[in-house]
């Protein structure tokens, strides 16, 4: 099938970003939140973004209206009664999730492909609560959207062949490089980075060596762009806490349980660069 029209539902952080790519790759999109409050705070995010491109020469202004002026901005579901994909992109709460994707399906058309965002939560289960379970797949973009490359294309047992390559050639079309993951709680990226990140607490947290030196180890002998706090305090650590906690209750593996040290963090209120201080303080930069 050809998506021509596109709609997000939820225009925070990811939907937002979701909404810039689609647009800016031409596609008219409707973009859904439950609030005007929230909607304007969203579309004032885009813009922003948006404005701070034209002011580094990598957009003109003209390029800048276009892409909002194919941006259409709503409170509700109803407008995506016209969409040929929807992308929902609201919290990660399964029930709620599930719910949502029964709602979709009944306004959408009858053609349309449901997607998630979602990194941790079952696409099966949202599959199973329409009535078109091989159009309901996973579309896992990665923060931030406009910049990072990745798309994870998830089909559940319930999903047709044929909505996956509509979605994997739809993702080609935005300018990301898709990858194909079956729906196995946190894909592949989360998969493989998350026990990662467990074990960079567990060595700081027994002493092994300094948050600064475990960062500069895996910066300059594995070549990756940041150390694994430097990455927790970019990410969330309520974020990493809430994925490692689906993952431990699906697989019951050590490995993916929370360490101590980022329970307590977690009550403490020390989320990372969000909260201001995480593993490093970003409160005096």
Known sequence: MAIRNVGVLGCGLMGSGIVQVAAQAGFPT????????LLDRGLGGLRKNLDALVAKAKLDE??????????????GLEAFRDSDLVIEAITENQPLKNETFARLDR??????LLASNTSSCNITAMAAATKRPGQVIGLHFFNPVPLMKLVEVVQTILTDEKS??????WVQAVGKVPVRAKDSTAFIVNRLLVPYLLDAI?????????LEDIDQAMKLGCGYP?????????????????????????????????PPLLKRMVMAGQLGRKSGKGFYDYSRK
Do not use: K, N, W
């Open 30 to 37: 409707v973009v859904a939140e439950a609030s005007q409050e």
């Open 62 to 75: 003209r390029a800048r209206d276009d892409i909002l002026s194919r941006i259409r901005g709503v409170v």
């Open 107 to 112: 306004i959408c058309p009858a053609h349309a």
């Open 164 to 169: 996956v390559l509509a979605a994997y050639e």
């Open 202 to 210: 567990r060595a700081y947290e027994g002493g092994l060596a300094s």
């Open 226 to 258: 940041m150390g694994p706090f430097t990455l927790l305090d970019l990410v969330g650590l309520d974020t990493t806490m809430f994925v490692a906690e689906v993952m431990f209750d699906e697989y019951r593996e050590a490995r993916y349980a929370p």
